[in-house]
């Protein structure tokens, strides 16, 4: 059965940090780009970022929606079969339910995905 299980999620005071931890069982996540998903109370879904699969190389391409550029970073360590999001200096407006997702893509500013989700891990970015 092919899961994917995030972690990581917590409360947060707005400048602080979380990494998010997203972890595949029963599939190889290696073979798949992965992306992160967010959903805001009373908001659509919307893209994060996405890694692209290895390819048998660990220069990963990367994607970024404007509004975390320069604050999270997506990485994935392929022994662990995890991929993370590193969230820094983060805003009240961060606040969502983050979701890992596998085989994404990432066009014309927008993120999708056509394989498994997580369940998600909530996120909340509050003094």
């Known amino acids: 059965q092919l899961q994917l299980v995030e972690s990581g999620g917590g409360l947060v005071q707005p400048g602080g940090s979380l990494r998010l931890s997203c972890a595949a069982s029963g599939f190889t996540l290696d073979y798949y780009p992965i992306g992160w998903f967010r959903q805001a109370p009373g908001k659509e879904r919307e893209g994060v970022s996405c890694?692209?699969?290895?390819?048998?190389?660990?220069?990963?391409?990367?994607n970024y929606a404007d509004s975390v550029k320069g604050r999270f970073t997506i990485s994935r360590d392929n022994a662990k079969n995890t991929v993370y999001l590193q969230m820094n200096s983060l805003k009240p407006e961060d606040t969502a339910v983050y979701y890992c997702a596998a085989d994404c893509t990432f066009y014309s500013g927008n993120f999708y995905s056509r394989g498994a989700w997580g369940q998600g891990t909530q996120v909340t970015v509050s003094s």
């Open positions: 890694i692209s699969s290895s390819g048998g190389s660990t220069n990963y391409a990367t």
